[in-house]
């Protein structure tokens, strides 16, 4: 089955240890997302990939980056994470079509639990 | 700044009974509505969406209404089931980068 997966489901760092979260994809998605959710909160977009296009939001601390080598993975790295940074991270992909409206649906994978000890 | 707003945390009805989930958004430029459902340790599945040209869509059991002019949106579940018992998401989507603004989620809970 066509999917999104993310690795690892959680995720135990350290204080200021840089840490790399993985997403891969084989629905050929053209939109790669990732979201930060905190508990009881709303996904929040922290950047997404149009095609090999980067584009960050304008409230993502520069302690995030992402890669994206290729059209099936993308990375989030996150070089030094505080406590703060403890959250379940989101990955999504979606075949955004100009104008597409309703049809820009993204499809999630099950998320990786991140906490900073 | 939350542009998108489920101010119900929760939800409890029961099973063979009507669901009602209200979104209310504050952006007058998003043309498009989603609804997510997530299930523990599951991401978010999408579940039912509508453009801002219609006033409702159904399918199945589920039907989104929308309200342009209150800038309010509800998913209706009709009849529950004991398998609805999840968290809905309302998001709100407006640009050709298919970016989605979120709400906080409304959990909702099925009894027999």
């Known amino acids: 089955d066509a999917m999104v997966i993310q690795n690892p489901r959680y995720q135990v760092t350290q204080f200021g240890k840089p840490v790399t979260l993985s997403c891969s994809q084989t629905?050929?998605?053209?939109?790669m997302y990732w979201y930060q959710q905190k508990s009881s909160q709303a996904p929040k977009l922290l950047f997404h990939?149009?095609?090999?296009?980067?584009?960050n939001e304008a409230d993502t601390p520069d302690n995030f980056q992402s890669r994206r080598p290729n059209t099936s993975f993308c990375f989030l790295d996150i070089r030094s994470p505080g406590l703060g940074d403890a959250a379940m991270y989101l990955c999504?992909?979606?075949?955004?079509?100009?104008?597409?409206?309703?049809?820009?649906?993204?499809?999630f994978g099950a998320g990786t639990r991140l906490s900073v000890l | 700044d939350q542009q998108v707003k489920q101010n119900s945390p929760s939800l409890s009805v029961q099973e063979g009974r009507i669901s009602i989930l209200n979104c209310d958004y504050t952006?007058?430029?998003?043309?498009?509505f989603l609804w997510y459902k997530k299930y523990p340790a599951e991401g978010p599945t999408f579940l039912i969406s509508?453009?801002?040209?219609?006033d409702k869509n159904e399918d199945g059991r589920f039907t989104v209404f929308l309200n342009k002019s209150a800038k309010h949106l509800s998913l209706h579940i009709v009849p529950s089931q004991p398998g609805d018992s999840a968290v809905y998401f309302c998001?709100?989507?407006?640009?050709?980068?298919?970016?989605?603004?979120f709400g906080a989620g409304t959990q909702v809970v099925v009894t027999p």
């Open positions: 999504a992909t979606s075949r955004a079509v100009q104008g597409g409206g309703a049809k820009n649906i993204q499809y």
């Open positions: 990939y149009y095609d090999k296009d980067f584009n």
């Open positions: 998001a709100a989507g407006g640009d050709s980068w298919g970016k989605l603004q």
């Open positions: 952006n007058s430029m998003f043309d498009y």
């Open positions: 629905l050929n998605h053209n939109v």
């Open positions: 509508i453009s801002s040209i219609k």
